[in-house]
């Protein structure tokens, strides 16, 4: 049986780099909002904090169990979290809910300031 080892651990790489990119942007982000960055790297409790930060309540972590509304809801999400500091909803949906690997750097690195949930969340 062949096996093409090269192509699997370039895929690992790659992976494993992208999650590094994220996991830093969102240690960033959790930091600027004044939440404990490490939680960027605990399961479970990581989305917790991030509805936090986005003004929502915790118990819609039981949402994220559901399938298809997990996906909604992380879209929902990303939003809030985009207006939670200061940006459009456009930035939300395309970079921290389909590009999370640049969307959370440029919110945790970047200019933008952790202003709390918009008016009628949280």
């Known amino acids: 049986m062949y096996e093409d080892s090269g192509s699997s651990t370039g ?3 790659f992976s494993l780099v992208f999650a590094v990119i994220v996991i830093a942007g969102m240690w960033a982000t959790f930091a600027k909002a004044g939440k404990p960055g490490w939680a960027a790297i605990i399961p479970i ?3 917790y904090v991030l509805l936090k930060v ?3 309540p915790g118990w819609w972590l039981i949402l ?3 399938p298809l509304v997990n996906f909604i809801m992380s879209i929902i999400v990303a ?3 985009a207006k ?3 940006k459009g909803g456009a930035f939300g ?3 921290l809910a389909l590009l999370p690997f640049i969307g959370y750097p440029v919110l945790g690195f970047g200019s933008a300031q952790y202003r709390g949930p918009a008016a009628g969340q949280a």
């Open 11 to 13: 895929s690992l790489i």
């Open 45 to 47: 409790y990581n989305l």
């Open 54 to 56: 986005a003004g929502r």
């Open 64 to 66: 994220f169990i559901i």
């Open 79 to 81: 939003i809030d979290v």
């Open 84 to 86: 939670s500091f200061g």
């Open 93 to 95: 949906f395309f970079l």
